[in-house]
C-alpha cells in the first residue's frame, strides 16, 4: 500500500431500516429499499455506485431478512456489513439513533447515502467535508440550504424559500470524529428525540466551525414517497414490461435474475418446480426465503420476436416438451382439485375484488350489451365440464413476456409454484387460456394505457388497443386447438375466467377494466 492510499480509504453508510411509510402498499410486504426501479430495487443503483472494494456498512431493521438475504444473492463478493436497529420506528428511534448505532465501524472517513436516494454521473471520495445537493424547487417537501462561494450554509427545514439546493440526503463526511461526537452530545441531550436527522448533525458542526463543501449533482432521483417514486420509474425505465405487485417482485441484472417473493412457502415451490422442469427453465443457482436466483438466459423476449409461423413451432414445442401427460393423481382427486380452482377460488376472488372496491354485483350495460349480474352467469357455468381435465405437466403462467427465444430453443421464465396446490400435475387448457389471455391483453399494451374504462352508473365502456401482429397469432393459436381437436370454447371461458381472477390483484384503473371484461367476455360465452 502506497502512503496516500490510507487518506484515500473510507466506507459508505447505507441507511435502510425505516419502514417507508410514506410509500403506502408498496412497503406493506417488503423494504422500501427493495422497491423496482426499471430492472433492480433502489439499493442496487446506491451499491452499484460505488467501487467493488468499498466497504459498505448497511443499517437494518424493517425487514430486515429480505434486505440481508437480497444482499448475499446479488452481491456475494461485496464486502457489506449489517448492523441491526432494534428501534426502528416508535418511541426511541431515529434517524440519529440508526447512525449512531453503527459508529464502531464507521471510524474512519465515510460517505452517508440515504437508501431512497438514486444519483447519477457520481464520483465517490472524501477528501474534504461535503454536501451534496441539487438544484430544484421542491423546497415545500425537501430540506434545503444556501451557500456562500462553495460553502455551505445552514441546512433548513421543508418550506424554505430560495434556497440555493435541495438537501438530497448525500454527505462525504472527512472530519468522522467530530460528527460522532457531535452525534453523541445531541443525542444525549435527548435520547428520545424522534427529529434527531443527519442534517442537524451536520448543522450542528458547522456552527461548531467545520466547514462542508457544496457537492451539486446533475441528476438526482428520490424514491421516498409515491409521487418522486413515479418520476424516478418514468426516467429509469423497464425495457421488459412487468406488472407490479406488492408482494412480489423481478430484478434483472447482467448475468442473473433475482425474484422476490413476501410468501416463503412460494419460493420453496418454485425451487422445487424448477427441478420437476429440469431444462425447460433456467437453472436456479441460490434461494434463500424469500428470494431465488437463476441464470439470465440470453435471447429474444418472446413477447418482441412472436410471429404466427414462429408460434405455430412454439406450440408443437410445448405440447412435446411440457404438455406431457402424466397420472400422479387420482381421477377424483384432480378433478376436486380443478373444480375448486377453477370454481371456488373465482367466487372468493371476485368477492375480494368488489369488497376491495366497496361495489355490488349487479346488472350492468358493457359496450352497449346487456350483461346480469355476475352471480348469475356463473351459475351457467358447467364447471363439471370445465373441471374433466386429464392431468400434464405444466406452466402455470404460460404468457409470451414468460417465454424467451434463443438461436435454437425455447426457456420458460415466472413457472408457476402449483396448479391448485399440486406440484406435478395441472391442466393444460390453463396454460392454454393463459397464452390466449396474453394475446388479447398484452403487457405492453397495458404499460402504455391503452385500454378503456369507462363508468357511468350501470353502464360500461370497456376496450383494448390490439397489436396486429398479436391479432394474427391467435388465429394462428385458434387454428393449432382445432388442428389438434383441443376445445377452443374451454379456452376461451378459463380465458374470461382469468381475467376475473385477476383483477383484485392490480391496482385501479386496470383492476375494473379487467373485472368488467372478463364479465362481458364471460357472458358472450354462456349465454
Same mark, same amino acid.
Given at each position: 500500500m502506497n502512503k496516500d492510499a490510507g487518506k484515500k480509504r473510507y466506507k459508505v453508510l447505507l441507511l435502510a431500516a425505516g419502514a417507508g411509510l410514506r410509500l403506502g402498499e408498496l412497503t406493506k410486504y417488503t423494504n422500501k429499499s427493495l422497491i423496482r426501479i426499471g430492472k433492480k430495487p433502489v439499493i442496487s443503483y446506491i451499491i452499484e455506485s460505488y467501487p467493488k472494494e468499498t466497504e459498505i456498512v448497511v443499517?437494518?431493521?424493517?425487514?430486515?431478512?429480505?434486505?440481508?438475504? &437480497?444482499?448475499?444473492?446479488?452481491?456475494?463478493?461485496?464486502?457489506?456489513?449489517?448492523?441491526?436497529?432494534?428501534?426502528?420506528?416508535?418511541?426511541?428511534?431515529?434517524?440519529?439513533?440508526?447512525?449512531?448505532?453503527?459508529?464502531?465501524?464507521?471510524?474512519?472517513? &465515510?460517505?452517508?447515502?440515504?437508501?431512497?436516494?438514486?444519483?447519477?454521473?457520481?464520483?465517490?471520495?472524501?477528501?474534504?467535508?461535503?454536501?451534496?445537493? *441539487?438544484?430544484g424547487e421542491n423546497s415545500s417537501i425537501y430540506a434545503s440550504f444556501d451557500v456562500i462561494g462553495n460553502r455551505v450554509g445552514e441546512i433548513k427545514d421543508k418550506g424554505a424559500i430560495n434556497s440555493d439546493f435541495l438537501y438530497i440526503g448525500l454527505l462525504g463526511i472527512k472530519d468522522y470524529k467530530a460528527f460522532w461526537d457531535k452525534l453523541e452530545e445531541m443525542y444525549q441531550q435527548n435520547p428520545n428525540d424522534?427529529? +434527531?436527522?443527519?442534517?442537524?448533525?451536520?448543522?450542528?458542526?458547522?456552527?461548531?466551525?467545520?466547514?462542508?463543501?457544496?457537492?451539486? +449533482?446533475?441528476?438526482? &432521483?428520490?424514491?421516498?414517497?409515491?409521487?418522486?417514486?413515479?418520476?424516478?420509474?418514468?426516467?429509469?425505465?423497464?425495457?421488459?414490461?412487468?406488472?407490479?405487485?406488492?408482494?412480489?417482485?423481478?430484478?434483472?441484472?447482467?448475468? *442473473?435474475v433475482i425474484k422476490f417473493f413476501y410468501d416463503q412457502k412460494l419460493v420453496r415451490q418454485r425451487v422445487e418446480r424448477a427441478k420437476i422442469l429440469k431444462g425447460l427453465v433456467p437453472t436456479i443457482e441460490s434461494s434463500t426465503k424469500n428470494f431465488y436466483r437463476y441464470k439470465f438466459i440470453p435471447g429474444d423476449l418472446y413477447s418482441r420476436v412472436v410471429n404466427p409461423s414462429d408460434l405455430h413451432n412454439f406450440l408443437l414445442w410445448s405440447k412435446q416438451n411440457l404438455w406431457k401427460k402424466n397420472k400422479k393423481y387420482t381421477t377424483k382427486k384432480f378433478k376436486e382439485v380443478c373444480y375448486d380452482f377453477y370454481k371456488t377460488k373465482t367466487l372468493q376472488r371476485v368477492k375480494k375484488f368488489l369488497d376491495k372496491k366497496g361495489m355490488r354485483d349487479t346488472l350492468n350495460t358493457i359496450n352497449g350489451e346487456e350483461v346480469p349480474a355476475l352471480v348469475e352467469i356463473l351459475k351457467k357455468v358447467d364447471f363439471d365440464w370445465l373441471s374433466g381435465a386429464e392431468q400434464y405437466n405444466f406452466h402455470g403462467d404460460f404468457i409470451?413476456?414468460?417465454?424467451?427465444?434463443?438461436?435454437?430453443?425455447?426457456?420458460?421464465?415466472?413457472?408457476?409454484?402449483?396448479?391448485?396446490?399440486?406440484?406435478?400435475?395441472?391442466d393444460m387448457y390453463y396454460d392454454l387460456a393463459k397464452l390466449n389471455h396474453n394475446l388479447?391483453?398484452?403487457?405492453?399494451?397495458?404499460?402504455?394505457?391503452?385500454?378503456?374504462?369507462?363508468?357511468?352508473?350501470?353502464?360500461?365502456?370497456?376496450?383494448?388497443?390490439?397489436?396486429?401482429?398479436?391479432?394474427?397469432?391467435?388465429?394462428? &393459436?385458434?387454428?393449432?386447438?382445432?388442428?389438434?381437436?383441443?376445445?377452443?370454447?374451454?379456452?376461451?371461458?378459463?380465458?374470461?375466467?382469468?381475467?376475473?381472477?385477476?383483477?383484485?390483484?392490480?391496482?385501479?384503473? +386496470?383492476?375494473?377494466?379487467?373485472?368488467?371484461?372478463?364479465?362481458?367476455?364471460l357472458w358472450r360465452m354462456v349465454k
Open positions: 443499517t437494518v431493521g424493517y425487514f430486515a431478512s429480505q434486505v440481508k438475504e &437480497f444482499i448475499s444473492l446479488a452481491y456475494p463478493d461485496r464486502k457489506i456489513t449489517f448492523v441491526d436497529i432494534d428501534k426502528y420506528q416508535g418511541e426511541g428511534s431515529s434517524i440519529g439513533y440508526s447512525i449512531l448505532k453503527a459508529k464502531k465501524h464507521l471510524q474512519c472517513p &465515510f460517505i452517508y447515502h440515504a437508501c431512497d436516494t438514486i444519483v447519477n454521473s457520481f464520483t465517490p471520495k472524501v477528501e474534504s467535508n461535503w454536501i451534496g445537493g *441539487f438544484r424522534q427529529s +434527531l436527522n443527519d442534517y442537524q448533525i451536520l448543522n450542528g458542526m458547522t456552527r461548531d466551525g467545520i466547514p462542508f463543501e457544496a457537492k451539486e +449533482l446533475e441528476a438526482w &432521483f428520490d424514491t421516498g414517497n409515491i409521487e418522486s417514486l413515479n418520476h424516478a420509474r418514468k426516467n429509469i425505465r423497464d425495457s421488459i414490461p412487468n406488472l407490479d405487485k406488492v408482494d412480489e417482485s423481478i430484478f434483472i441484472f447482467d448475468d *442473473f409470451l413476456d414468460n417465454i424467451i427465444k434463443t438461436k435454437d430453443r425455447y426457456y420458460l421464465l415466472d413457472w408457476r409454484q402449483n396448479f391448485g396446490g399440486l406440484l406435478e400435475s395441472g388479447t391483453v398484452s403487457h405492453d399494451i397495458i404499460h402504455k394505457n391503452l385500454y378503456t374504462i369507462k363508468i357511468v352508473n350501470h353502464n360500461i365502456e370497456c376496450d383494448i388497443m390490439r397489436n396486429e401482429n398479436f391479432v394474427a397469432c391467435q388465429q394462428e &393459436f385458434q387454428n393449432f386447438l382445432i388442428e389438434n381437436s383441443y376445445d377452443l370454447r374451454k379456452v376461451k371461458i378459463l380465458t374470461a375466467l382469468i381475467w376475473l381472477n385477476m383483477s383484485p390483484l392490480h391496482q385501479h384503473p +386496470l383492476d375494473l377494466f379487467l373485472f368488467y371484461f372478463g364479465k362481458l367476455n
